[in-house]
C-alpha cells in the first residue's frame, strides 16, 4: 500500500481543492471579490475555473493565519509503497522535495450539478521530485535492491476528480459536502529518473537499471496508480469536508 503520513494527507488537500473555499486572505483580499460565481450564469463554470487559477499564487505562499502552509515547494518526510498486487516490490522515500505545484492549473471543470457533483481537470506543466530511497524487490522479472538518491522530472501531468457531493443541514444552513470521490491521474508527457545505488559498486549495473526504469515508465506508472489513488480519493474527501464546512453554501456559491 501506499502510506502517506498525516501531515502529507493534509497538506496535499489544501494544494489540490482549497481554491473552492475562496477565503479571506490576511485581511488584504475581498472575500466578495471571490464569491462572485453565481449558479444561474451561463458563464458559471468558466467563472469558478477562473477564481482557482487566480487564487494559485496565494496559495503557493501559504496562509499561516489559516494553517495553511506553502506547498511549493512541499516537503515529506516519508512515503512507503508496497502490497502492489502482483509485484513482489518495496520502496521507501524520504526527504521528499517536491516543485512545481505553483504552476498547476484547472484547465477543465463541471460545476454545473452543483450542489449535487462537481468535476475538474488539474494540469501540472512541470513537476520535479527529489528523494532519498530504499527499495527491494523485482519488478518485470528484474530484481532490485538500491539506496541513495533520487530525481523525478516528469511534463504535462493531468489529475481528474470527479466529485458526488450533497448538502448538508448545520445550524439551519445549507453547507456543501463531499460524499464520494473519484481520483485519476494520466501517464505524464514525458517522465526521466535518475537515481544513485550506494549499496552497488557495479556503475553499469546501476546505470542499466536506471535505463530500464526510463524506457518502462508507462508501464510502470500503470501498474502503481491504482495504489496511489485509494489514498488520494481519501485525501481529498477528508480535506474538503473539514474546509467546506466553514462556509454556507449559498455565500460560496450565490444563487
Known amino acids: 500500500m501506499f502510506s502517506p503520513s498525516k501531515n502529507v494527507v493534509g497538506r496535499l488537500a489544501q494544494w489540490f481543492l482549497w481554491s473552492l473555499l475562496v477565503l479571506n486572505v490576511h485581511g488584504e483580499v475581498s472575500l466578495e471579490k471571490y464569491f462572485r460565481c453565481h449558479r444561474t450564469d451561463p458563464q458559471f463554470n468558466k467563472c469558478v475555473i477562473d477564481i482557482l487559477n487566480e487564487l494559485q499564487p496565494i496559495r503557493a505562499d501559504g496562509v499561516p493565519d489559516l494553517g ?13 509503497m508496497d502490497d502492489v498486487e502482483g509485484v513482489k516490490f518495496k520502496q521507501v522515500l524520504t526527504d521528499i522535495t517536491i516543485t512545481g505545484l505553483k504552476q498547476a492549473k484547472v484547465i477543465k471543470g463541471d ?11 488539474w494540469e501540472v506543466p512541470d513537476l520535479r521530485v527529489k528523494n532519498n530511497y530504499t527499495m527491494e524487490g523485482v519488478i518485470m522479472g528484474i530484481p532490485l535492491k538500491g539506496k541513495g538518491q533520487s530525481s523525478f522530472n516528469c511534463t504535462h501531468i493531468h489529475d481528474k ?8 443541514k448545520i445550524n439551519g444552513e445549507d453547507y456543501l459536502q463531499v460524499k464520494d470521490v473519484k481520483y485519476t491521474i494520466e501517464p505524464p508527457k514525458t517522465a526521466k529518473l535518475r537515481f544513485t545505488n550506494t549499496l552497488s559498486k557495479d556503475k553499469k549495473l546501476t546505470e542499466a537499471t536506471s535505463k530500464m526504469f526510463n ?40 444563487a
Not at 460545476?111 to 481537470?121: A, Q, R, Y
Not at 476528480?161 to 448538508?168: A, F
Not at 508507462?218 to 489514498?231: M, P, S
Not at 481519501?234 to 449559498?250: E, K, S, W
Open 68 to 80: 495553511l502552509e506553502p506547498f511549493d515547494p512541499l516537503v515529506i518526510a516519508k512515503l512507503v
Open 111 to 121: 460545476f454545473t450539478k452543483l450542489p449535487n457533483s462537481m468535476e475538474m481537470t
Open 161 to 168: 476528480v470527479k466529485l458526488k457531493t450533497e448538502l448538508v
Open 215 to 254: 524506457d518502462n515508465w508507462r508501464t510502470l506508472f500503470d501498474t502503481f496508480k491504482n495504489v496511489r489513488n485509494a489514498d488520494i480519493e481519501r485525501v481529498i474527501q477528508d480535506g474538503l469536508n473539514q474546509f467546506l464546512g466553514l462556509y454556507p453554501y449559498d455565500k460560496m456559491f450565490p
